[in-house]
C-alpha cells in the first residue's frame, strides 16, 4: 500500500493551500486528512467514504476546509481557504479498510501558516 501526498507549503494568513492524496495498492472504505502540531497530538482534520458521499470535519476547519475525492480512484483534495496560523501542522493522509480497522499512513506534508 501506498499514500503518496502533494500541496504543503509556506502560506499567510488568509491565503489557501490544496492538499492532494493519491493511494494505490489495496481497496479502502475512507480516506481522509489528519494533522499534528507541535507539541499536539494528531488529530482529525476531515473525511470522506470512498463509495459514497458523506464527510466528516472537525469543528476548527468547518466552512472553511473541503474535502473532495475522484469518482473511481482513491485521490482525495484538501481545499484550505482562510487559513490561520493555528492551522499550522504537518498533514498525513490517511485510508482505512473497515474490516479489520486497518489504517494506512502518508509520510505528512508540512503546512506552515504565517501571520
Known amino acids: 500500500v501506498q499514500l503518496v501526498e502533494s500541496g504543503g507549503g509556506l502560506v499567510q494568513a488568509g491565503g489557501s493551500l490544496r492538499l492532494s492524496c493519491a493511494a494505490s495498492?489495496?481497496?479502502?472504505?475512507?480516506m481522509g486528512w489528519y494533522r499534528q502540531a507541535p507539541g499536539k497530538q494528531r488529530e482529525l482534520v476531515a473525511n470522506?467514504?470512498?463509495?459514497?458521499?458523506?464527510?466528516n470535519y472537525a469543528d476548527s476547519v468547518k466552512g472553511r476546509f473541503t474535502i473532495s475525492r475522484d469518482n473511481g480512484k482513491y485521490t482525495i483534495y484538501l481545499q484550505m481557504n482562510s487559513l490561520k496560523p493555528e492551522d499550522t501542522a504537518v498533514y498525513y493522509c490517511?485510508?482505512?479498510?473497515?474490516?479489520?480497522?486497518?489504517?494506512?499512513w502518508g509520510k505528512g506534508t508540512l503546512v506552515t501558516v504565517s501571520s
Open positions: 490517511n485510508a482505512r479498510i473497515w474490516f479489520g480497522g486497518i489504517d494506512y
Open positions: 495498492g489495496s481497496t479502502f472504505n475512507s
Open positions: 470522506i467514504i470512498t463509495g459514497g458521499v458523506r464527510t
